[in-house]
């Protein structure tokens, strides 16, 4: 379940919403005027989502070029990193 707080606590309880993200490696959403407007979470949790998404992302690149027939076999690109070894 998802820990919302309002925008008011960034400003006054700052270390528990810090202490909770980094305990916890998820996001805690901050509300305001009742609605949603962020998400607050670690440095960790950030760079591991955003790992996530470059990786995610090459890996489409991938199957997009073989659907296309952009890549050669492994054998071909192997021996080429060989020879510049």
Do not use: W
């Not at 998820?26 to 609605?35: A, R």
């Not at 998404?53 to 090459?58: A, N, V």
Request: hydrophobic share 30%.
């Amino acid at each position: 379940m998802p820990n919302i707080r309002p925008s008011s606590d960034l400003r006054n309880n700052y270390n528990e919403i810090s202490e909770f993200c980094h305990k916890y490696n998820e996001p805690m959403y901050i509300t305001k005027n009742g609605q949603e407007d962020l998400a607050v979470m670690s440095i960790e949790t950030y760079e591991k989502i955003i790992g996530k998404f470059e990786l995610y992302t090459l890996i489409d690149e991938g199957i997009n070029s073989m659907k296309v027939e952009e890549v050669r076999p492994f054998r071909d690109a192997l021996s080429d990193i060989q020879k510049d070894l």
